[in-house]
């Protein structure tokens, strides 16, 4: 049922999507919200605002679900009879309050979702005892950067298990606009304890005076109380564009009524309220007992109903509701068993899902770890709204317009973000990053080709991509830069959806191409300082990896030619070329492109490998490193062993006689090339006529075999990069020997930092000095692969390096994609290294299998660190899972990178052929 959902998604437009999980988790502290004088967006509109005023952008909430264009929300609010306000949304320390940046501060789990949103699952902790609000900020606040963060779970709340476990699950009806929705709680501890559950309905506020009259509501949306039938409290909602819906609760219970209206007398003593009942107003009555501040006419525009239990010790009490659009003839009526019956169908379809896409070889625990990896993805998702010529008029900020100052995204004034993307973390990172999206489209291109190919066009939109060519980075600053990962990622869409459609989508490879064609001219005319085929880009996403601010000016005064920006310029040509390559196979006028690109890649290969002080190859060393070129022309290295020097390994494209054979004109002007310019072959692998590999694939790598060998025997070192659970991302040999750069008096130096930063660099609030970072390791796997399609078994390595156990390259590849498999699950002693040295998550049975897919991981023992809901890239240990569970080493040395691309029902057919096998 649920890949017949897809299918009418895809082909008659019925909107299965229009509802899902879009609500964001933090909208206060973001940029958007931010309209201070200093940028300061964290104290700008803080937590302590948030219940009290009205967003301009989005909306947030616990669990919670919207329409696609978030005008009608609905999220889960909870009260323990002590805390000091409601659990509207959840709390976490901002970049200044953390010892280590911002950081959520409670324990919510993503445990189940359809693409479709058919069903859904979401876990949240509530402790009995009233949330230590003061405490966490006082003691993190007196902590240092070398101290670990002080937790939730630190402070004790959770002794005894006196909490309470709310699972919120939602399931779609025989309709897209019919959302069934069931919380349940369940009492841990020992005592009885008093619960209030508040499901809330309420509109987002696009009507006050004070929003931009091009994007205000003509009219005022209403919540009121209607009439029922005995045991059901009902209320409707209307909106001008949305339409009218029904919001039905089991039970007589109280329906509370207020404004989502900005609170003025609260946060500004002496400007008057719009309405007499502000966002606050349901928080001031269930807390403070305040009647006044509900409407007694049971209407507003935002409403909850409130229910009041008292659950015994191990006891569950559930509330049922129903949201559904007026036209919709719902076949359930009611909340007795046929209500409860839908939730166990959609549960039985999901599970038939995941089987579709699961491989037979992969084992329950890995299965789990998939299934809630992509079910993390799609909670992910959020609807994500920036008009950028209102919010620049609105800072005075508009370069179209007078008064104009310059400030934070002045020159993005083109802008119209108004979509459903895949988030990084919603609480963490509410807001797209460019490069973190590509990572996003491999695990949900498992259940999901469109959803991922949609948001590969997002950036690319004139809506989103800015004139001059460049992809906006993040809303900190769209002006920013990241790794140009985006044709990689559309190039392994392409294949995906060839393999799920059975044929390639030509329109969309043709947009994508021509758009990423002017992006690569960006980066080209931009980051090419001196038109020598070298590259800069800023951090480029490893925040602290460098010596120096990477997106700062050097203290050494000239600037730095980067092995990281360079070889994915390498990487992207490569991309670039094979993405041409396929549209010509459709139109021969892509021909050129091809030859084009190949003479990008060649160049870039040339400037890199450069021999002496002026190239990025240390013979020495057998490494790459960042050179950083002094103002008079001197070049210096600086040897920091990083990622940054593996980085070239990813820069790898097999070429296969077959996609050679579809490109003749090109093919003969390259190798006019090559006889015109020699000198080119020696900066590269050699490739062509008598180098040819398994199968007669070609090549395309920066590094040749003589390079490789000295770059792997590092990597694989378990006293360099190799760590039990993945690629560290700088070398533990900097744990004893830290790199130290001294600079007018000033000494600047990179150690071996296993686990948080330091630093204060880019926030603090990750670090890439040592921890393992999954988007890294993945394109290490693919240059892994990609050898391996090349060499077959007569390359090996020994892995790891000094142990005598020689391995062929995908065997290696294999090695790495186990060990980080393994953060997530179970060792022999049971116990999963994510969850590092918490007792409580190591073993308490309600804790324990409840996954977090962190930002990045400890580079010793694989605990999980950084955003504790970064299920974006990391989610890619589902990609991760499939692929190895999915591919045999020999069909695929055999049949190439394409025979790695399966559909569900291919998987289904092993499957069923695997357990007649066993039978």
């Not at 950036?459 to 001059?468: G, V």
């Not at 006293?719 to 790199?739: D, L, T, V």
Request: contains cysteine; charged residues 25%.
């Amino acid at each position: 049922m649920e890949k017949s959902r897809l299918q009418e998604a895809r082909e008659k437009k019925i909107p299965w999507k229009k509802w899902g999980p879009y609500l964001s988790e933090r909208q206060w502290g973001t940029v958007r919200e931010d309209y201070s004088e200093n940028g300061d967006a964290w104290n700008f509109f803080t937590h302590d605002h948030s219940r009290s005023r009205a967003y301009r952008w989005g909306e947030d909430g616990i669990a919670g679900i919207s329409d696609d264009q978030q005008f009608l929300c609905f999220a889960l609010a909870l009260w323990n009879g002590k805390d000091p306000i409601l659990k509207e949304r959840l709390f976490g320390l901002t970049n200044s309050q953390g010892n280590h940046g911002e950081d959520v501060k409670e324990y919510y789990y993503y445990l189940d979702s359809t693409p479709t949103h058919s069903y859904m699952k979401f876990l949240y902790k509530y402790p009995h005892s009233a949330y230590p609000y003061e405490e966490l900020v006082r003691v993190n606040g007196q902590r240092t950067r070398e101290e670990m963060e002080y937790e939730l779970i630190d402070t004790g709340i959770f002794q005894e298990d006196r909490y309470f476990d709310v699972f919120v699950e939602y399931a779609k009806g025989e309709s897209p606009e019919d959302i069934l929705v069931k919380i349940s709680a369940i009492n841990r501890g020992p005592e009885s304890a008093e619960l209030h559950i508040l499901p809330t309905l309420w509109f987002r506020n696009d009507w006050s005076k004070w929003i931009a009259e091009s994007n205000r509501s003509v009219s005022k949306p209403i919540l009121s109380q209607a009439r029922s039938a005995k045991g059901i409290s009902r209320l409707t909602a209307k909106h001008s564009q949305l339409g009218e819906f029904t919001l039905s609760c089991d039970g007589d219970v109280p329906l509370l009524f207020c404004e989502n209206e900005t609170n003025h007398q609260r946060l500004f003593p002496g400007t008057a309220n719009e309405s007499a009942f502000a966002k606050d107003g349901i928080n001031d009555y269930v807390v403070y007992g305040a009647e006044g501040a509900v409407n007694p006419e049971k209407k507003g525009t935002k409403a909850s109903a409130h229910y009041t239990l008292n659950i015994s010790p191990g006891q569950t009490s559930v509330v049922r509701l129903r949201l559904t659009k007026k036209e919709v003839k719902a076949k359930v009526i009611g909340f007795g068993q046929d209500f409860d019956a839908l939730f166990e169908e959609r549960l039985r379809e999901a599970d038939e899902f995941y089987q579709l896409v699961t491989p037979p070889g992969v084992n329950s625990d890995q299965a789990q770890v998939m299934r809630q990896a992509i079910s993390g993805m799609l909670w992910s998702k959020q609807f994500f709204y920036f008009d950028g010529d209102n919010w620049l008029d609105e800072h005075h900020s508009n370069p179209l317009h007078t008064g104009f100052k310059n400030s934070r995204n002045s020159d993005w004034y083109h802008m119209l973000n108004r979509d459903i993307i895949s988030m990084p973390d919603k609480w963490e990172y509410p807001w797209y990053a460019a490069w973190d999206l590509a990572f996003h489209a491999l695990p949900l291109s498992i259940v999901d080709p469109d959803f991922a190919k949609d948001q590969m066009e997002l950036m690319l939109r004139p809506i989103y991509l800015h004139p001059n060519g460049q992809m906006p980075a993040y809303e900190w600053n769209f002006s920013d830069v990241n790794p140009p990962v985006h044709a990689w990622a559309s190039l392994f869409l392409h294949r995906v959806d060839t393999a799920f459609h059975g044929k390639p989508d030509i329109k969309f490879l043709k947009a994508t191409f021509n758009k990423l064609l002017i992006n690569f001219t960006w980066w080209v005319n931009r980051k090419d300082r001196s038109g020598k085929n070298v590259f800069e880009g800023g951090f480029l996403g490893l925040d602290n990896i460098g010596i120096f601010d990477r997106s700062a000016p050097l203290p050494t005064g000239g600037n730095l030619e980067q092995a990281d920006g360079t070889a994915w310029m390498a990487l992207f040509s490569q991309n670039m070329l094979e993405l041409a390559g396929e549209l010509a196979m459709d139109d021969d006028s892509y021909e050129e492109m091809v030859l084009k690109f190949v003479q990008h890649f060649q160049f870039i290969a040339a400037a890199m490998n450069k021999k002496g002080n002026d190239g990025m190859w240390d013979e020495e060393d057998g490494f790459y490193y960042d050179l950083l070129r002094f103002p008079d022309g001197r070049a210096e290295k600086l040897k920091v062993r990083s990622l940054v020097g593996l980085l070239p390994l990813c820069a790898t494209t097999i070429i296969e006689k077959s996609q050679r054979e579809k490109v003749p004109v090109a093919m003969e002007a390259i190798k006019e090339n090559r006889r015109r310019m020699p000198e080119l072959k020696e900066a590269m692998h050699v490739t062509g006529e008598g180098h040819y590999g398994v199968n007669e694939r070609g090549i395309m790598a920066l590094v040749d075999t003589g390079k490789l060998r000295r770059i792997l025997s590092r990597m694989l070192d378990e006293e360099e990069f190799f760590s039990p659970h993945g690629i560290r991302s700088i070398s533990k040999y900097h744990e004893k020997h830290p790199y130290v750069l001294n600079v007018g008096g000033q000494e600047f130096r990179v150690d071996y930092l296993p686990a948080e930063s330091n630093t204060g660099m880019f926030g603090g609030n990750s670090n890439w000095r040592g921890p393992v970072w999954m988007p890294v390791n993945v394109m290490l796997i693919r240059a892994l692969q990609q050898f391996y399609l090349y060499y077959g078994d007569s390359f090996k390595v020994e892995c790891p390096t000094g142990s005598g156990k020689m391995m062929n390259l995908f065997e290696v590849s294999k090695e790495l994609s186990n060990r980080i498999i393994s953060i997530f699950t179970k060792g022999e002693n049971g116990k999963r290294p994510v969850f590092g040295g918490n007792e409580k998550f190591q073993n308490d049975p309600h804790w324990k299998d409840h996954l977090l897919f962190y930002e990045y991981f400890h580079g010793d023992n694989g605990a999980g660190l950084g955003a504790s809901h970064q299920t974006g890239w990391t989610g890619a240990i589902a990609k991760l899972i499939q692929i190895y569970g999915l591919i045999d080493p020999e069909k695929f040395l055999s049949g190439g990178i394409k025979s790695a691309f399966q559909k569900g029902e291919d998987i289904l057919k092993a499957q069923k052929k695997q357990a007649k096998k066993i039978s």
